[in-house]
């Protein structure tokens, strides 16, 4: 898990960059081409839940549930941070809070 979460963490960074270059190309911030926040945070939750496709279902479901919501601060981040690094941060933001919904899932079925 731990070298996943490097590998992600990495990614991340990178999504910032990319997501920052891209936005500023096409002249909007959080163009819906830009799909790499997406793709990183969701494979965050990937890692802390099982390799089933019931988990990943749940996984997928609360993942876009939480992005597409924007709970606070994802909301904030969303309209504070017009560059690479809100791209990114709001879905981490929704990455979170779909791990910790799914990791309390778990602990109620074990």
Do not use: Y
Not at 35 to 46: P, Q, R
Not at 67 to 82: E, G, Q, V, Y
């Amino acid at each position: 898990m731990a070298t996943q979460l490097v590998l992600l963490a990495l990614l991340f960074v990178l999504g910032v960059v990319c997501s920052h270059i891209t936005g500023k190309a096409v002249g909007e911030p959080d163009h819906g081409g830009i799909v790499i926040d997406e793709i990183v945070c969701f494979a965050i939750v990937l890692v802390f839940v099982p390799v089933t496709p019931l988990w990943w279902s749940a996984a997928f479901l609360a993942f876009r549930f939480f992005d597409i919501l924007k709970i606070w601060p994802a909301s904030w981040i969303d309209k504070a941070f017009k560059n690479g690094f809100g791209v990114m941060l709001d879905d981490l933001v929704a990455a979170l809070f779909s791990v910790g919904v799914l990791l309390g899932v778990q602990s109620l079925v074990k």
